[in-house]
T-cell receptor, first 113, second 116 residues
């Protein structure tokens, strides 16, 4: 079993839709949770960062962490064609994961006009 | 534009060649990283430098040799690579020591390496 599971998609939605991206994890030591966006042929770009459980909102993006269920989500409201990219969840924390980011497989998202 | 600059953007090399990838950041970050990313896969950690010292080597073959000349620069020296080493090589940096990687990295745009 992988430490972090993420549905690779692909996910295709119409412009203006609400997008929900999810990851589950098995390592209880994870305490820091991130979402990265990666456009084709570019490096990943940090979108959202959350510590422990809770919600965080930034513009059209909302990140949620439920540590009791080992489940994290990223919601994108009013999705735009420019949101088309691969979205990677990433986590880190103590123990063997100290100082490292463990990534999910990435979800390919296409927002069509 | 990203604040982590990688050169070259593209590199084609033969299996007997020696080449180097370069990475530079001027954000005052004290931890720097090399990642390898194959198509449609997540980045895989190769090396971590913390305060210019190698702190993590993820059992990377010796044909990859990292170097950190100072706090702003990170190199990856390549020698006798195999075609399966073709990938996107990403450099990243973060504040403080490797523990503060918990707050996320800043990635460069990567070097797309093809080994022929």
């Amino acid at each position: 079993q992988k430490e972090v599971e993420q549905d690779p998609g692909p996910l295709s939605v119409p412009e203006g839709a609400i997008v929900s991206l999810n990851c589950t994890y098995s390592n209880s030591a994870f305490q820091y949770f991130m979402w990265y966006r990666q456009y084709s042929r570019k490096g990943p770009e940090l979108l959202m960062y959350t510590y422990s459980s809770g919600n965080k909102e930034d513009g059209r993006f909302t990140a949620q962490v439920d540590k009791s269920s080992k489940y994290i989500s990223l919601f994108i409201r009013d999705s735009q064609p420019s949101d088309s990219a691969t979205y990677l969840c990433a986590m880190s924390g103590g123990g063997t994961s100290y100082g490292k980011l463990t990534f999910g497989q990435g979800t390919i998202l296409t927002v069509h006009p | 534009d990203t604040e982590v600059t990688q050169t070259p953007k593209h590199l084609v090399m033969g299996m007997t060649n020696k080449k180097s990838l370069k990475c530079e950041q001027h954000m005052g970050h004290r931890a720097m990283y090399w990642y390898k990313q194959k198509a449609k896969k997540p980045p895989e950690l190769m090396f971590v430098y913390s305060y210019e010292k190698l702190s993590i080597n993820e059992s990377v073959p010796s044909r990859f040799s990292p170097e950190c000349p100072n706090s702003s620069l990170l190199n990856l020296h390549l020698h006798a690579l195999q075609p399966e080493d073709s990938a996107l090589y990403l450099c990243a940096s973060s504040q403080g020591d490797r523990g503060l990687a918990n707050y996320g990295y800043t990635f460069g745009s990567g070097t797309r390496l093809t080994v022929v």
